[in-house]
């Protein structure tokens, strides 16, 4: 059975950061991707940053600069270094993990944590 658990959230004032860690168990994700989605308050579920094969990096275009997507295969762990944060970032961080491919919608990711908090204060 296949678990993904993310840690790391919390309340932060603008400007700040934060480390978001999602541990993966049950399946090896070295070889595949692994990406972070966030869900505000009646919003859909958006592509965040995503990790691949040959860690190769892709980011939504708002986090760029701002957000660093990076893995652990040894631990089988994905992480999201979160700097400069602004209201707008609040959300539920949501972990997921699929076999091969880039995806940018939620859809295609076939594995999910429960998710996290951020909530960024003005």
């Known amino acids: 059975q296949v678990q993904l658990v993310e840690t790391g959230g919390g309340l932060v004032p603008a400007g700040g950061s934060l480390r978001l860690s999602c541990a993966a168990s049950?399946?090896?994700?070295?070889?595949?991707?692994m990406a972070w989605f966030r869900q505000a308050p009646g919003k859909e579920r958006d592509f965040v940053a995503a990790?691949?094969?040959?860690?190769?990096?892709y980011y939504k275009d708002s986090v760029r600069g701002r957000f660093t997507i990076s893995r652990d295969n040894a631990k089988n762990t994905a992480y999201l270094q979160l700097s400069s944060l602004k209201p707008e970032d609040t959300a539920v961080y949501y972990c997921?993990?699929?076999?091969?491919?880039?995806?940018?919608?939620?859809?295609?990711?076939?594995?999910w944590g429960q998710g996290t908090q951020v909530t960024v204060s003005s």
């Open positions: 997921a993990a699929a076999d091969r491919g880039i995806f940018y919608f939620a859809s295609a990711y076939p594995y």
């Open positions: 049950g399946r090896t994700f070295s070889s595949g991707t």
């Open positions: 990790i691949g094969t040959n860690d190769y990096t």
